[in-house]
């Protein structure tokens, strides 16, 4: 363990003399406080700034619609709206489905998307078998483009630590009810705090942030590494089942937890405040990395 601590320490070193190419986050827990729906103020205020300098992507379980709900105030308040938009990416679905805004079309553009592993007519069979199965566990069910959502009872509970158990403990069941329907083990089920979902393995989170990478390196021109370590990752979820677990693994980008942590892995990295050595959890934890870290074209938000 002390090992670990070590190489954390020296992985933390680097990571925060790092010059970044861009950033790409999570939005619930990451870009909001854990359990709210909406993005507070300050943190609109700094991504709105952020998004005139800087190519930004977020990477969710969310589908266009709904992470742009999020969203859109950010490119409101900027002082450029539509250049501002033309600076984020989506990555929806968890990863499976990658979309960019062409500013001349003012319209989004689908980039990238991973394919469900198994027949549209077997993805239709469990659907309905886990709904049917679930019924009295959910509030609502739906599926997506290439994904599936599972939503606990009780969603709008103002007890959001209720919420998220119960979202847990669905996400346990869920993954052993799965495991029945995919015998080539090519699916992956994940829990948000607020509901599963279940994608295709090779369309989690972590092929997120390399389809950042390749839409930085195709549409903007910019140099990014196999590994894509220029990007910085900001996730709250990393744990067992989470379904910001691959990306925030350290594979690809430089990840930072802005809730839980794993123990015994050096990622990803806590977030401390810029005089302290207190962690930071939330939007303000992400809001004071942003603060810490340094861009490429010398942009800074302090």
């Given amino acids: 363990m002390a090992d670990i601590a070590q190489q954390q320490k020296f992985a933390f070193a680097d990571a925060m003399n790092r010059i970044y190419a861009g ?6 827990g990451t870009l909001t406080v854990r359990g ?6 300050f943190m609109i205020d700094a991504l709105a700034e952020l998004s005139l300098n800087v190519p930004i992507a977020v990477c969710t379980g969310r589908r266009l619609d709904q992470a742009l709900d999020r969203i859109a105030p950010i490119f409101t308040r900027s002082k450029n709206p539509i250049y501002s938009e033309a600076q984020w990416v989506f990555i929806c679905e968890n990863g499976s489905v990658g979309y960019y805004f062409d500013e001349v079309n003012k319209k989004y ?24 199965r679930f ?3 959910t509030d609502e069910c739906f599926m997506n483009e290439v994904s599936m959502v599972f939503r606990p009872l009780f969603r ?7 919420l998220r158990k119960r979202s847990y403990e669905l996400g346990v069941l869920l993954t052993d009810a799965v ?47 196999e590994e894509a370590r220029d990007i910085l990752v900001v996730g709250d979820q990393p744990g067992s089942i989470g ?16 809730g839980d942590t794993v123990k015994g892995k050096i990622w990803p990295l806590p977030v401390f405040g810029r005089h302290s050595t207190e962690r930071l959890i939330g939007p303000q934890g992400t809001l004071s990395l942003l603060q810490q870290v340094k861009f490429r074209n010398g942009f800074s938000l302090l």
């Fill in 135 to 137: 019924s009295d566990k």
């Fill in 243 to 258: 379904n910001d677990r691959m990306f925030l693994n350290g594979v690809y980008g430089t990840p930072f937890t802005v």
């Fill in 156 to 162: 709008q509970d103002p007890n959001r630590e209720a």
């Fill in 36 to 41: 709210d729906e909406f993005i507070p103020g």
């Fill in 23 to 28: 950033a790409i986050f999570d939005i619930d």
């Fill in 179 to 225: 495991a029945e329907f995919d015998p080539k083990r090519l699916l992956s089920v994940s829990e948000a705090g607020i509901g599963v979902n279940i994608s295709p393995v090779n369309g989690d989170k972590d092929k997120g942030v390399l389809a950042f990478a390749k839409f930085l390196r195709e549409q903007k021109g910019y140099a990014i590494d």
């Fill in 109 to 132: 553009i689908e980039f990238h998307r991973v394919n469900y592993p198994y027949t549209e007519e077997q993805r239709h069979i469990m659907f309905n078998a886990l709904k049917e």
